[in-house]
Structure formats: C-alpha cells, structure tokens
C-alpha cells in the first residue's frame, strides 16, 4: 500500500518539475523573463553587483504593492574597504659607543745635545795685478775726388699742322601719311534675371536641466600629540696640566780681530781716439750711350750699382777709468757660537669626556579619518532637433552678343634717303730730332789706409790659498725611554630601545545602497493554476510531501509566484 500511494506523488512532482525547470536553472534567483519593462539590473540576495561591490540580503523598502513585471527599490549591504592607520610599538636593536681607560706600555726617543771640535780648510783668495801691450790695426780712410765727362743725346719735338678733306653719308629720314580701314567684332554683355528655390534644415538647440546626487568621501585630518624620551650623548672636554723639558741653542757672540785687504783706488781722464764707424753705400758704374736708328736717337744705358764699405771719419773721445789700489785695515768682527741649553714647558691638554642625557620630544601623529558627504550637481542637456526651412534666391544670367564694328586708322611710313656731304679736317704731326750735349760730374773715391797702433792694459790674477781652521759643531743622538699611558678605548654595544610605527590596517566598512529590482512575471498563475494544488489544509500528505519538495506553498510557485508579496496577491495559495 505504502508503494502505491508513492505513485501519484511521483507523478505530481514530475510535472511540476518541468514547470520550475527555469527556476531551478537559477539556483534560486531572480528570473530574468517578464523584465523586458524593467530599467534596471537585476540583482538577487547574496550575489554581485554590476559595479562588482558585493552585495548582501537586506530589508526591502517600496513606495508601493509589488506587482508582477514592475520594479521595485533594495537596499542593499554594500562592503568597501577602508584603509585605517593604526600606532604599534616596536623594538629595534641599536649600537652604542662608550669608552674604557686602558693602561698601554710605550716607547719615546728622547733626544741628547754633544758637542765636537771640526777642523775644515777655507779657500782665501789673493788677487796680483799685471800688465800686457796689445798691437792692433786701424784702417783710415782717405778721400780723394775726381770730375768725368758724359756725353748724351736729347731728342725735341718739332710739331706739324696739315689739313685734309673728309667725304660722308648721311641718311635724312622722309616721312608718308596713310590710311587704312579695320574691321573688328566686340562680345556684348546681355543679363537676365532668374529665380529658384533652396530647401535647407538647420539644427535648433533644445536644452534640458537634469540634477544628480553624488555621495563622495573626504578624508579629515586629525592630530594627535605624543611625547618619547631620545637617549643621547654629550662630550665634555677637560683640560690637565703637564710640563715637558726641551732642549734649545742659544746663539752667543764671541768678538775677535783680523787684517784685511780693502780695495782701493781713483778715477783718471783718458784721451782716445776711435775710428769711425764702417758704411755701407751703393755706387753707381758710368753709363755708356749709343744712337739707335730705328727712333733716331741717342740712348743712354747707366752703369752697374755695386755695394762699398767705408770707414766714416775717426773721433776722439774721454773717458774715466778706474785705477785700483789696495790697503791693510785692521777690522773687530764678531762672530755667533751655538750654545746647548735646557727649559721647562708647561702646556694644557684636552681631552673629551662622554656624559648620557635624555630628553623628552613631543611629536604629532595624524590620523586621516573618512567623511561621508553628499552633493547635488545640476547639468544642462542639449539636443540638436533638426528644423526644415526654404527660402527663395533671384541671381542673374550673362550671356555674350557678338556685335560687328569698323574704324579708320591713320599711320605713318618713314623712309631713310641717302644724302652726301663733306667736311675739312686739321691734325698735328709730331717730329723727334736729335740733339747732342755734354755735362760735367763729380765724384768722390775713399781709400782705407791701415796704420798700427799699440795701448797698455793691465788686468787682475786671482790665486786661492788654503787656510786651516777649527769649530764646535753640536750634534743631537736620540735614546729610547719606556713609560705607561693611560688610553681611551672605543668599544661597541647593542641596546634595545622601543619606538612606535603608525601602519595602514584595511578595514570593512558596511552602508546601505539603494538598488531597483525588477519583479519578474509568475510562471504559473498561483491564483488559478496552483489554486487546484494549493488545497485546504486537509489535503493531506500530498500537500506536505510537496510542500517539502519543491518549497514553498506546495503549489510549485516558490517566490516567483508573488506570494510572498502579500495576500492580496495570491489569496488562493494559502499565503
């Protein structure tokens, strides 16, 4: 019994199923049929958004019933994530610099001052005076003058004036009158006036004012005022006193006495006689003449230049010349000996001493906190409607008439008759003649004579003579000494100190957005066909057995049958 009363359920499930095959291939969602009037996207509980926000259940508010095909306004969840700054103390290691005495073992060089006697030899000159002649030549000129005779010729001009008859052409221009007829053709204009239609359309401006609601966020500045102590490290400087011994030389004078040889002497006026300076000139060879026929006259060619030295006229001069003498003088010199001597120093030295501080900072920490705000922009909107016009145009039309013409034209013809004539003309004939002259001209020979002479100079031998002498040298050794000093020694170490860092944390931050659902049409009429199935509750087990299949009613609406809109819309399901 109990398999066959499983039949008909069986076979109410199978043709219901087919009836919801589109809603089950939704998963549950939205049906998109019946939407074609909706405007907007269609958007289900717990799925995405077409801004890809995601989008969760919420409560549904309308401004009326929901009706089947219409749309209707969610507010839905929407998730955005918002960057946070968030303060964390953390702990970081840095290296620290303190320092150590420390006693060290060292060694000086202390420098010892002796003294030395050193023998050395000095080159003292000594001077001698001699004397020695000396021959040379002077070459003296001697000037002699001398007279020759030159012959040449000059030729004259004799001038000549002749007369002669010259016969010529002239063309004389005849001028003719005439006249002649030209027939010719001018294009006419002719106008005539015309008129058409123009269909044109012109676009007309047609503006619309819209208002939108734009939600923005602005991000506001808050500042918050903290305080840390920074550890630092201050160097003191201290000063100590000490002293040090130092050896020094002291120049000291010593006075003594030496003959020496000062050298003297005086100025003597001396006579002599200076020959004069050698001259380049260039002199000139006698020409020669000679008649040439071909211009029937005497040509005179000059001699060849050649380039002479000449001694110019001697001159006596004075002039001063020293004459030396040499004399004994005692003289008191002094002379500096180097002394070894010892003195204290004292002197100041520094040297850093470190001391920690801390002090305390205070520092602003701003935190970027988000702002909701909400703006209304209103904006024009401008649509081109095309507007069609006519309008009626006149223009002209130029057509060309030929028209015949004729005029007389008067020319003139010009004609070139040969006329001839004659004229006297007078020129000048020119004549060289010959004529002979002679001239008288001086000129100067110089002769360089040489002639010896002999003068006396005396000049100086110097001699350097070796002299042995004695001094004290001071010279310096060094010595090691050891002794203890007292060092600063660096030295490193790791110490831990907090500080705070300021990161940005993302965080989730919920709103409610405003979305418009389209109500889709039922796939079944719950208030008719599902009527039939949606029975008193005394049908029994089917209904429960349905009611639990397919959800619901049991009638295989679902949601998309409006039942859940209210009562008013499917009273027959049970809802």
């Not at 506001?220 to 006193?241: A, D, G, S």
């Not at 003594?256 to 000062?262: S, W």
């Not at 006026?269 to 000139?281: A, L, N, Q, S, Y």
């Not at 006229?313 to 001597?341: H, L």
Request: with cysteine; charged share 25%.
């Amino acid at each position: 019994m109990k398999r066959l009363w499983l039949l008909p359920a069986l076979m109410i499930i199978s043709v219901v199923s087919g009836a919801n095959a589109a809603h089950a291939a939704y998963s549950g969602a939205i049906s998109y049929e019946g939407c074609s009037s909706c405007g907007g996207s269609v958007v289900a509980d717990g799925s995405v958004m077409a801004d890809g926000s995601a989008v969760a259940g919420g409560s549904v508010i309308s401004d009326g019933s929901a009706v089947a095909g219409g749309s209707y306004t969610v507010m839905r969840t929407v998730r955005e994530t918002v960057m946070e700054q968030v303060q964390e103390t953390r702990t970081r290691t840095r290296n620290e610099v303190y320092f150590e005495d420390q006693v060290v073992n060292r060694t000086r060089m202390v420098p010892e001052t002796h003294q030395k006697e050193v023998q050395y030899t000095v080159m003292v000159p000594s001077y001698e005076t001699r004397q020695r002649t000396i021959n040379y030549t002077v070459n003296k000129p001697v000037y002699e003058t001398r007279e020759k005779v030159i012959n040449y010729t000059v030729k004259k001009p004799v001038y000549e004036t002749r007369t002669k008859t010259i016969n010529y052409t002239v063309n004389k221009p005849v001028y003719e009158q005439h006249q002649r007829v030209i027939n010719y053709t001018v294009k006419k204009p002719v106008y005539e006036t015309r008129t058409k239609t123009i269909n044109y359309t012109v676009n007309k401006p047609v503006y619309e004012t819209r208002q939108k609601v734009t939600n923005y966020t602005v991000m506001v500045p808050t500042y918050e005022t903290r305080t840390r102590n920074i550890n630092y490290t201050v160097y003191n400087t201290v000063q100590e006193q000490k002293v040090r011994t130092e050896n020094y030389r002291v120049s000291v004078p010593q006075t003594y006495t030496k003959t020496i040889t000062v050298k003297g002497g005086h100025w003597e006026t001396v006579t002599e006689t200076v020959p004069g300076p050698m001259i380049r000139r260039t002199v000139r060879e006698p020409g020669t003449s000679y008649f040439d026929a071909a211009t029937c006259r005497t040509v005179y060619c000059p001699g060849k230049c050649r380039v002479e030295c000449v001694q110019g006229c001697p001159k006596t001069i004075c002039k001063k010349v020293w004459v030396p003498t040499c004399e004994q003088k005692e003289v008191t010199c002094t002379k500096y000996v180097s002394e070894c001597r010892t003195r204290e120093i004292p002197y100041t030295v520094c040297r850093r001493v470190p001391e920690c501080r801390t002090k305390t900072v205070e520092y602003k920490v701003c935190k970027m906190v988000p702002e909701c705000r909400t703006k209304t922009c209103n904006y024009t909107v401008c649509k081109m409607v095309p507007e069609c016009r006519s309008k009626t145009v006149e223009y002209k039309v130029c057509k060309m008439v030929c028209e015949n013409r004729q005029k007389t034209v008067n020319y003139t013809t010009c004609k070139m008759v040969p006329e001839c004539r004659t004229k006297t003309c007078n020129y000048t004939v020119c004549k060289m003649v010959c004529e002979p002259r002679t001239k008288v001209c001086k000129y100067t020979v110089c002769k360089m004579v040489p002639e010896c002479r002999t003068k006396v100079c005396e000049y100086k031998v110097c001699k350097m003579i070796p002299e042995c002498r004695t001094k004290t040298v001071c010279y310096t050794t060094c010595r090691k000494e050891c002794y203890q000093e007292t060092i600063k020694v660096k030295k490193c170490r790791q110490v831990c100190e907090p500080y705070t860092v300021t990161r940005c944390v993302p965080r989730v931050v919920c709103k409610q957005v405003p979305v418009t659902v389209c109500c889709p049409a039922p796939v079944c009429g719950c208030a008719d066909a599902c009527a039939p199935a949606c029975a008193p509750a005394s049908a029994g087990p089917i209904r429960s057995l349905l009611k639990g299949i397919l959800g619901g009613n049991g009638c295989g609406c679902g949601n998309d049958c409006g039942c859940d809109a209210g009562c008013d819309v499917a009273p027959a399901c049970g809802c």
